[in-house]
T-cell receptor, first 114, second 115 residues
Framework: AQKVTQAQTEISVVEKEDVTLDCVYE???????LFWYKQPPSGELVFLIR??????QNEISGRYSWNFQKSTSSFNFTITASQVVDSAVYFC???????????FGTGTRLTIIP | SQTIHQWPATLVQPVGSPLSLECTVE??????LYWYRQAAGRGLQLLFY??????ISSEVPQNLSASRPQDRQFILSSKKLLLSDSGFYLC??????????????FGEGSWLTVV
């Protein structure tokens, strides 16, 4: 069975600092997808990124970057120059190819202090 | 572009009353549809999914049921709510085919409080 671990329950940083959210997954499958979602106080889950297991290229989107390493089964998310609007709960999730069930981590609550 | 809507946004219901949460997707056809629940202090749990009209798969035995009467409509129901049904319910969708269909998008969510 798949498992996603987000060991950091809560993180607080001062605005403009960089912060990295960790995600470690467990699977025996060779083809899968990894996701990050943002859940602001309003509650909706906002899709941020999807990575395929066969594509280990890191990705950068503005202040966001993701580091996918199959060797360590990790998919970490870094926010550079954090802003107050980044305050939210962030979820890492796993989807096995051909499956319908997203397996979520328990989430990391990020608070950016102005 | 595709959009997903669910309602009502907030619901307070007495124990034993019925429930109906509705979700619709626009801008796509034959989507896969999902209901997730996020209980307080717990993670997100898949309740039901549907790959087509009238096709419902249940992930967790519970007091709830789901139906898909139309291609882009997904309904979550209960005949008699329990206190433990309280939580945040999220509808989600993805395209039924193709690698681009492996991204799951979520609606705004519905807060249910059973009193």
């Amino acid at each position: 069975a798949q498992k996603v671990t987000q060991a950091q329950t809560e993180i607080s940083v001062v605005e403009k600092e960089d912060v990295t959210l960790d995600c470690v997954y467990e699977t025996r499958d060779t083809t899968y997808y990894l996701f990050w979602y943002k859940q602001p106080p309003s509650g909706e889950l906002v899709f941020l990124i999807r990575r395929n297991s066969f594509d280990e290229q890191n990705e950068i989107s503005g202040r966001y970057s993701w580091n996918f390493q199959k060797s360590t089964s990790s998919f970490n998310f870094t926010i550079t120059a954090s802003q107050v609007v980044d305050s939210a709960v962030y979820f890492c999730a796993f989807l096995n190819f051909g499956n319908e069930k997203l397996t979520f981590g328990t989430g990391t609550r990020l608070t950016i202090i102005p | 572009s595709q959009t997903i809507h669910q309602w009502p946004a907030t619901l307070v219901q007495p124990v034993g009353s019925p429930l109906s949460l509705e979700c619709t997707v626009e801008g796509t056809s034959n989507p896969n549809l999902y209901w997730y629940r996020q209980a307080a202090g717990r993670g997100l749990q898949l309740l039901f999914y549907s790959v087509g009209i009238g096709q419902i798969s249940s992930e967790v035995p519970q007091n709830l049921s789901a139906s898909r009467p139309q291609d882009r409509q997904f309904i979550l129901s209960s005949k008699k709510l329990l206190l433990s049904d309280s939580g945040f319910y999220l509808c989600a969708w993805r395209m039924g085919q193709g690698t681009s269909g492996n991204t799951i998008y979520f609606g705004e969510g519905s807060w249910l409080t059973v009193v």
